[in-house]
């Protein structure tokens, strides 16, 4: 195919030098080498951007754990992050985001990563940290830290999986797909029990056991030089000892002799059914056939199953469905759950009905095919940024000792036939012994499906405790910036990249909910929606099918001031994009079972909104700033609104909007002007102003103005893990001179790790998994807000400890903390726009908001002024501890008399739409 060959030739050259290359065709050019301790480097040279990416991955994740030890990988992770005998406590954070960085790290079943994106003259810096992690860290362990990051750890379990709506079903999953003695049998996260057992001597003996350089693989992406960046490694790494012998785990899959059933009750308002049948573990010959077999059923709408559930029977509100093949086994996943009136009995007969046919009827060929080149224009996808090819390289070389494997892989996809998908269907999923997991509402077992059934010496010569000094600074430009104006005066901007072969194009028609009115709130939501349901010429599931076969993604969505299209398409099919795109903006479909349809979708996620203390958060949160109105309104509007809507609503709203002078088109890719005006030609002929539209003003964001005492509200949430915490007030706008200001100086607030409100509720605190604090804004107006979940039993103090912060702010930003945040602001613009995504975005801000097209330099010459003076006068600009409103989503009868007893306010009970409840 011809974007394989074109990505082979934009990925760059392979060197000559090294002793292990990879062949001049691969997909991802790197060497390869083994230092004598076991450590194996993979260099993957790439000069496109001034970034490098260093990712290491160790081959232990909860699987090599031990039945009563569970979540020790996961903690370890943590604690990787707390210092190391060179490095201070929490320095990683800092020190990486004040080179301009960004890191993480993440556990599975089967491996740990931990990653450093930086600019690429702080390459050593990342050796430097990474090394002394591995080889030194057991020094500076203490049981401090240990119990710290333990409770981070809970709260992580219980935001991820106690407090969210099915949250705890892949833990019932794994507990009755595998036997109590395999190591698939509980979460990564672990259990409550055993975190609460793990002492200092556990995680020392893990470490010890799992965290030796020859169960690791180091690979670095990006501007750099492989033989400075190889003797680098061998500085740093090559006197850590081996650690102890790893073998590659064995396969041992999944058996079920019969149906199995678990009924399990849950906070929600819809029940569901999900469906888990074994299947075949990662590298096994047959999984790309069973992934594709997983897309045949559900990968979009026009797949078997969302098809027929959601569309043509209607009985089902949501499906889902993953083929999960890791290392030892794997297994093939469906959710779904139902239209109000279905029982999940009827919708497991359903499915089951749906699976037999298919291995009995087969499928068509030409289906499949659109599939694989939808699923292979996600490979080229996955690989947009100089992270995503490193991190790629570095986990196929821990499983397969191989970093190679992306061509091999798109190969096993060409190669599958519509017969295997069908001779799959029967092997693994008809007839075939599954397990049922049915998740009912609290006290409603009977809804159930099936209810009447069953440490390394410092004695290397190298000084750890000096932090290296960055190399040269590669100097910074903003991406080039190209401008046409197609002949309906149709605004386009664009931008090259060519890393990758694909084509980024988004549109912006000023259609976003802050132009409804009270009487058709949610309007904007379901015109977003309506639009993804294809054009006059082709229908929804020919849309999806027409998508899939060029290898293109397609999203719309609406925001405060926009409903936003957006497409990537590998570029052989950009012309055939634009010419989908030009059909779907002049002639959307827009047909009255479609409307019917979607409404009683966007009605039931309104229903079920409440089952998200998050989401109850998010809309109380607005309307107490806001008010009753559009700017405080919820997105998806109210049932009384949604319902007095009809279709031509949807088309008037959409045909008032659409004045191309208006709107504005950005593309991203390896074209310029010219190229890109030639793309455009169809849209800017068949797209004329409408006669309907008008000039229309949106409503502001403008918060109401509050004076008198605090007040805290509260919004009751029975049985919630944890509390939703909100406290802010109105803000500023996105176009306002101090927008970006005010992102430097809640940098130190509560806009990073390593910000006050952070490190103060979490790293010292252990109350919550996270807290920041953000200013958020549209084209008309904003707000600032501060956000957590917090472990109910400690809601009154980490709410007394997150005002105090922001009071906190007031009396004075430290000049190494103003030093702090402008070095780590100027540094990371540096890799801010390596990915056409991130292109297309600041594509968007010059378009939508105004912006000059220098602006990034412009903000760099600010940061360069700015200094602790600068951000206190910002702070008392834009922080107004006396105007503030504060909401909690908790659980009333655990945490109630504790607001009510730090006598800082009265407390106000509220309902979860934020309407004013009386007191009991």
Same mark, same amino acid.
């Given at each position: ?163 969210? +709506? ?5 833990? !019932? ?13 509980? +979460? ?13 001597? =556990? ?6 056991? &799992? ?27 090559? +006197? ?35 469906? !888990? ?62 239209? +109000? ?9 359903? !499915? ?31 690989l947009e940024t100089v992270g995503a090819r490193t991190n790629r390289l570095a986990r196929d070389n821990c499983f397969f000792g191989d970093p190679d494997r992306v061509g091999e892989e798109i190969a096993a996809i060409e190669a599958v036939s519509a017969d295997a998908i069908q001779e799959a269907a029967r092997r693994y999923l008809s007839g075939r012994p599954h397990l049922v997991i049915s998740v009912v509402p609290v006290g409603h077992p009977e809804l159930a499906a099936g209810a009447?059934a069953g440490v390394a010496a410092d004695e290397d010569g190298l000084d750890r405790s000096v932090q290296p000094a960055p190399g040269p600074q590669r100097p910074f430009h903003s991406p080039e910036v190209w401008r046409a104006t197609l002949a309906n005066g149709l605004p ?161 709203? &959409? ?81 306002? =001179? ?183």
């Amino acid at each position: 195919m011809s974007f394989v060959l074109a990505l082979l030739t934009l990925c760059g050259p392979a060197l000559q030098s090294a002793p292990t290359m990879s062949p001049q065709d691969s997909f991802l050019p790197h060497e390869k080498h083994v230092l004598a301790n076991g450590l194996q480097v993979i260099l993957h040279e790439d000069h496109s951007s001034p970034v490098v990416a260093v990712y290491v991955y160790y081959h232990v994740g909860s699987s090599r754990e031990v039945p009563g030890r569970s979540g020790f990988a996961h903690l370890f992770e943590h604690m990787l992050f707390q210092g190391s005998q060179h490095v201070g406590d929490n320095d990683h954070f800092r020190l990486i985001q004040e080179a301009g960085g960004t890191l993480n790290g993440s556990t599975t079943q089967d491996r740990t990563n931990y990653f450093e994106i930086l600019p690429a003259n702080q390459l050593e810096l990342a050796l430097w940290l990474e090394s002394d992690r591995m080889g030194f860290l057991l020094p500076a362990m203490t049981q401090e830290k240990l119990d710290n990051q333990r409770d981070v750890v809970r709260n992580e379990r219980r935001q991820s999986y106690e407090n969210r +709506p099915y949250g705890l079903v892949r833990e !019932v999953l794994l507990k009755n797909l595998f036997p109590a003695d395999h190591p698939y049998s509980w +979460p990564t996260i672990g259990s409550m029990e055993d975190l609460a057992q793990a002492s200092l001597e =556990d995680v020392s003996g893990f470490f010890h056991r &799992w965290y030796g350089p020859n169960n690791a693989t180091i690979a670095i992406g990006g501007d750099f030089d492989p033989d400075e960046a190889l003797a680098m490694v061998e500085r740093y790494f090559g +006197p850590i000892p081996r650690g102890p012998e790893v073998e590659k785990p064995p396969v041992r899959d999944a058996h079920l002799d019969a149906d199995r059933r678990v009924v399990m009750e849950d906070r929600v308002q819809l029940p569901q059914v999900t469906m !888990v049948w074994p299947t075949v573990a990662m590298g096994n010959e047959q999984e790309a056939t069973v992934n594709l077999l997983s897309d045949v059923l559900s990968a979009n709408r026009s797949s078997i199953l969302d098809h027929v559930l959601m569309e043509q029977e209607e009985i089902a509100s949501s499906v889902t469905i993953s083929n999960q093949a890791s290392e030892r086994a794997g297994y093939l996943t469906i959710n779904v759950r139902p239209r +109000p009136g279905v029982t999940l009995d009827r919708l497991e007969e359903r !499915v089951g009905e749906l699976i037999d046919a298919l291995a009995e009827r087969g499928i068509d060929p030409a289906r499949v095919e659109r599939l694989k080149t939808r699923r292979i224009g996600d490979i080229v996808r996955g690989l947009e940024t100089v992270g995503a090819r490193t991190n790629r390289l570095a986990r196929d070389n821990c499983f397969f000792g191989d970093p190679d494997r992306v061509g091999e892989e798109i190969a096993a996809i060409e190669a599958v036939s519509a017969d295997a998908i069908q001779e799959a269907a029967r092997r693994y999923l008809s007839g075939r012994p599954h397990l049922v997991i049915s998740v009912v509402p609290v006290g409603h077992p009977e809804l159930a499906a099936g209810a009447t059934a069953g440490v390394a010496a410092d004695e290397d010569g190298l000084d750890r405790s000096v932090q290296p000094a960055p190399g040269p600074q590669r100097p910074f430009h903003s991406p080039e910036v190209w401008r046409a104006t197609l002949a309906n005066g149709l605004p386009v901007y664009g931008t090259a990249f060519d890393s990758i072969p694909l084509t980024w194009i988004s549109l912006a028609v000023p259609a976003g909910r802050l132009f409804e009115t009270p009487a058709n709130l949610g309007l904007a939501e379901l015109t977003a929606r309506m639009l993804n349901e294809g054009t006059e010429k082709l229908s929804g599931l020919q849309w999806t099918d027409t998508l899939d076969g060029m290898g293109a993604t397609f999203s719309v969505g609406s925001t405060d001031d926009e409903i936003v299209l957006g497409m990537s398409v590998l570029n052989e099919h950009r012309e055939e994009a634009m010419e989908l795109l030009s059909d779907l903006v002049t002639s959307p479909r827009f047909a009255e079972e479609d409307f019917e349809r979607i409404r009683r979708q966007q009605l039931l996620d309104i229903e079920t909104q409440v089952d998200r203390p998050r989401a109850i958060a998010s809309e109380v949160f607005a309307r107490l700033l806001f008010g009753s109105g559009v700017a405080g309104a919820p997105r998806l509007g109210t049932p009384e609104t949604l319902e007095a809507l009809t279709v031509d609503d949807v088309r008037a709203f &959409w045909n008032e909007a659409l004045v191309p002078a208006r709107s504005h088109l950005s593309i991203v890719g390896d074209l310029d002007a010219a190229a890109a005006s030639a793309l455009c030609a169809s849209l800017g002929e068949a797209w004329l102003e409408s006669p309907s539209s008008t000039e229309r003003s949106p409503a502001t964001l403008r918060a109401i103005e509050r004076e008198g005492p605090l007040t805290i509200c509260l919004v009751d949430k029975p049985g919630a893990e944890q509390s939703e915490l909100r406290i802010g007030h109105g803000g500023i706008s996105r176009r306002d =001179d101090d927008w970006f200001g005010a992102y430097a100086m809640n940098y130190v607030l509560g806009g990073s790790f390593t910000s006050r409100i952070n490190l103060n509720l979490r790293e010292d605190k252990g109350y919550t998994y996270g807290a920041r604090s953000a200013f958020v804004g549209s084209r008309t107006g904003g707000y600032f807000v501060v956000s957590t979940a917090v472990q109910t039993a400690v809601t009154a103090p980490a709410l007394v400890e997150a005002l105090r912060e922001v009071r906190g702010i007031l009396d004075g930003i430290q000049p190494e903390e103003a030093d702090f945040a402008r070095q780590a602001i100027s540094l990371s613009l540096q890799r801010a726009y390596e990915s056409g995504s991130a292109r297309l975005a600041f594509l968007g801000a010059i378009g939508g908001l105004g912006l000059p097209e220098d602006y990034p330099e412009r903000r760099l010459a600010w940061l360069e002024s700015m200094d602790a003076a600068t951000l206190d006068a910002l702070a008392h600009r834009l922080i107004h501890p006396d105007r503030l409103v504060v909401l909690v989503v908790g659980d009333r009868a655990e945490i109630e008399n504790d607001l009510r007893g730090l006598d800082i306010g009265e407390v106000v009970l509220l309902g979860p739409h934020g309407e004013r409840l009386p007191r009991d």
